[in-house]
Structure formats: C-alpha cells, structure tokens
C-alpha cells in the first residue's frame, strides 16, 4: 500500500503547479490537504470514484482543478493562479468511502509523503 506524490516545486506568484498522486492500489475517494508552517492541516480538494464528484476548500476554488486517471489510480492537482499563501507540504490522501459528501480528515486512511510546494511574492 503506497501513495507516491510529485510534482511539488519553486514558482513566482501567479504561476501554476501540477501535482501528481499515484497509488499502488484501487481507492474509492482521493483527495489532497496541505499543512504551511506553524498551521494544521487543512482539506484542499477531493474527488470521488468515477470524477464526476468533486470537492474544494472556499481558499482554492476557480484556481486549483481535481482529476484522476482510474485506470491509473492516479490523481492529479492543477494549481493555477499561485499565491504565496499557497506554500505548503501538499499531501495525497485515500479513502474507502465514496464521495457522497465532503468526508472527514478521519476517513483519509492512506497518506502520501507529501511534496513541498512553495510560492514566492
């Protein structure tokens, strides 16, 4: 059981980032959260089996776009529009339970190393 995170980087404000999540077995839901020094972690985005069921924190919204490739059991993280409050360890995430609704940190079962994602003013 492994969840394997990249993508994460160095950009300028106003840039973009895509990151990647490939896990080494099938999940229901997938998401991504962030933790920024000092702060806890926090919910980003999270979509559901199928990809038509997708999640966004209020701070990410109409900038950050959720996808998944199934047969792939990858899940990817555009991140357009970089702020740099933005800049954090970026974390993929797996649960069991389908995305009928927003699910609980609780529920995430299997957890990536994380990728840093820092953007500079």
């Known amino acids: 059981v492994q969840l394997q995170a990249s993508g994460g980087g160095l950009v300028q404000a106003g840039g973009s980032l895509r990151l990647s999540c490939v896990a080494s077995?099938?999940?229901?839901?997938m998401g991504w959260f962030r933790q920024a020094p000092g702060k806890e972690r926090e919910f980003v985005a999270a979509?559901?089996?199928?990809?038509?069921?997708?999640y966004y924190a209020d701070s990410v919204k109409g900038r950050f776009t959720i996808s998944r490739e199934g047969a792939k059991n990858t899940v990817y993280l555009q991140m357009n529009d970089l702020k740099p409050e933005d800049t954090a360890v970026y974390y993929c995430?797996?649960?069991?339970?389908?995305?009928?609704?927003?699910?609980?940190?609780?529920?995430?079962?299997?957890w990536g190393q994380g990728t840093q994602v820092t953007v500079s003013s």
């Open positions: 077995f099938s999940s229901s839901t």
């Open positions: 979509i559901g089996w199928s990809g038509a069921i997708t």
């Open positions: 995430a797996t649960s069991g339970y389908p995305l009928r609704k927003l699910l609980s940190e609780d529920a995430y079962d299997v």
